[in-house]
């Protein structure tokens, strides 16, 4: 947002004197949008169940600057997101970003396991959403920014209890656009591509499979966090005030290729002769949303 002045261009920042909080901030994804929005003049709040990584990014932000403090938080905990949010003097932004997940076949996952990975994507949505809605009712420009993935649409073998998650944040979220348009909350969300950050991809780089990757995406290129966070400013900001109940994909144009069985045929294969459920069942590992 700029305006000309004698030949001087003046720069209005996005969302100065905003504040904004985002789940999942200790990560590489909800750190490239807490400084992506603190550069934009908001102050920011980092909750993540991680409470030393929280703090410990909140104060790189500050080092810079910032106004940024670290909110610890799980973020399926009721009681815990209820004291966050009923702590906090103000808010103006939402970005519900917290996620996980584990590789499991639907054969081999728990019902222990499915209910852990919904309740860390989807229930804490719900979650934060209800509880910081009194908050955004007194905002002047409230705006709920939720994290999906390109899971939600091109399926992997795997992800049944991710996909099925990331599924319904797209539908919570216009749920949420809809109940929220009479009090002017917006909601949106993005689903992301694969989105490393530049070390992850130096190491990816070394793996036989990466080509295989990169080839996926007509961009020629992994995503990166900036691209995500540049996303949510936008969906955040007054540069979408007319934008509500969208799904923003930022996948570099990969999911307008066929389906990801035909795009991958080395996967298609390997997940026929067993060789793919069991690298996702020895590489599990839980992750905060930066890699979809």
């Given at each position: ?25 200790a ?18 709040r ?15 932000l ?68 209800k ?11 409230p ?11 091109r ?26 348009a ?103 590992r ?7």
């Open positions: 947002m700029s305006t000309d002045f004698d030949g001087w261009e003046l720069r209005t920042l996005l969302l100065t004197g905003r504040k904004a909080l985002i789940t999942g901030g990560g590489k994804l909800g750190g490239a949008i807490a400084e992506r929005f603190a550069a934009e003049g908001c102050s920011v980092l909750a993540d169940v991680h409470a030393a990584n929280a703090e410990a990014a909140a104060a790189k500050r080092r810079n600057g910032a106004d940024a403090e670290a909110y610890p938080m799980d973020v399926t905990d009721e009681a815990a997101v209820r004291r966050v949010f009923d702590g906090m003097d103000g808010l103006d932004i939402l970005v519900n970003n917290a996620g996980m997940t584990r590789g499991r076949s639907i054969e081999a996952s728990t019902l222990e396991q499915w209910n852990e990975i919904v309740n860390v994507n989807l229930t804490s949505v719900f979650l934060c959403t509880y910081a809605w009194p908050l955004l009712r007194q905002s002047k420009a705006a709920i920014v939720n994290m999906s993935s390109i899971n939600a649409h399926m992997n073998p795997g992800l049944p209890a991710y996909s099925a998650a990331k599924s319904g944040i797209i539908a919570f979220t216009q749920q949420t656009a809809l109940e929220g009479a009090h002017r909350i917006r909601a949106n969300c993005i689903s992301p591509g694969l989105t490393v950050s530049e070390e992850r991809q130096k190491e990816l780089a070394t793996h036989p499979r990466y080509d295989i990757d990169v080839d996926c995406y007509p961009l020629g290129r992994l995503g990166n966090p900036e691209d995500v966070a540049n996303a949510a400013l936008f969906l955040a900001s007054d540069m979408s005030s007319f934008v509500n109940g969208i799904d923003l994909i930022v996948d570099g144009g990969m999911s307008l290729q066929a389906v990801s069985g035909l795009v991958r045929p080395d996967l298609r294969r390997r997940w026929k002769t067993g060789v793919y459920k069991l690298e996702l069942e020895e590489e599990s839980p992750h905060d949303n930066n890699e979809h």
